[in-house]
Structure formats: C-alpha cells, structure tokens
C-alpha cells in the first residue's frame, strides 16, 4: 500500500541567526526565526511524512511551547518523523521539495541539500528532488522577508 503527503512551511528571515536549510548550513547575513533551527525544508518533509501518515503535523508532535525543542536540529524532528513512519511499518520511497526564496540563491547548494535529505530519510539521493525558486519579487518572499518550502512524500508499506 502506497501513501503521499503534502507539507509546506515558511518563516520569516531574521538577523542574528544562521540559515539552516535542507540541513545545509547557508552562509548569509540572515537566518530563519523559529523555536527550534527553523529549517522550512526540513520541517515541510517532516509534515509531509505526518500527513501521509494521517499523524497530526509537525506543531502536535513537536510543539514550540515545549523547551525540549527550543534550537532543535530539524533533522532530528525528521529522522523521528521517519521512525514513527518505520513503526508504522512504512518505508521513504521518494521526495520532492520545492524551497522558495529571493535570496540568497540556492542552486550552489542544492546538491549538499539532496544528500543529506537523502540521508536522513534512508534513500538514495536520486529519490530526492530539490528545486529553488524565486517568487519572482512577489509576497514576502519576493521581497526577501522569508522562505517557504513545500514537500511531497510518497511512502510504502513495507512487506
């Protein structure tokens, strides 16, 4: 039996913190604001994962009221996303996401982005999508206020 599941989040770009994004630490003079690292891309395959799950999303399981998640590292909400799916007797088949950004660009790291999804998710980086795009200086993206990040999954059960 097959799933899929559709994530999305955004943040807004502030300074003072480093940007976080696919895992991939990004150098620019502004990071994401969030509880934990505020990686959107990550934080869109995680509810990617919980929604082809019918699990709730990534604020019922990982609340930013809660301190044990204040600067968490993403990648640890998505590798417990991936371990509730695996429980579950569900395995990553691919992913695709799509980051949104004005600045700063993104292709020179798209590729470090698809390896360490990849590796968080226990697939090959060719079952991993990454794409960049601008909001063509369009909402709060276009004027460089914030990043958004949408995320599809597919997931099966493992026989």
């Not at 696919?22 to 934080?43: N, P, W």
């Not at 990617?48 to 301190?67: K, M, N, S, W």
């Not at 980051?99 to 991993?128: N, T, Y």
């Not at 369009?138 to 995320?151: P, Q, V």
Request: one cysteine or more; glycine letters at 14%.
């Amino acid at each position: 039996m097959y799933r899929t599941g559709l994530g999305y989040d955004s943040h807004r770009l502030i300074a003072g913190r480093p940007l976080i994004l696919g895992g991939v630490r990004i150098a620019y003079e502004r990071g994401l604001e969030g509880h934990s690292d505020a990686d959107a891309a990550l934080h869109a395959i995680t509810d990617a994962i919980l929604g082809a799950l019918a699990a709730g999303d990534i604020g019922e399981h990982f609340p930013d009221t809660d301190p044990r998640w204040a600067g968490a590292d993403s990648a640890e909400l998505l590798s417990q996303a991936v371990a509730l799916a695996g429980g579950e007797g569900y395995i990553i088949v691919n992913c695709d996401l799509t980051i949104f950004a004005e600045w700063p660009k993104l292709s020179p790291h798209k590729a470090a982005m698809q390896a360490r999804i990849a590796q968080i998710l226990g697939v090959g980086p060719d079952c991993v999508g990454v794409k960049a795009k601008t909001n063509e200086h369009m909402g709060f993206i276009g004027r460089g206020e914030g990043i958004a990040a949408l995320a599809a999954i597919l997931i099966k059960r493992n026989a």
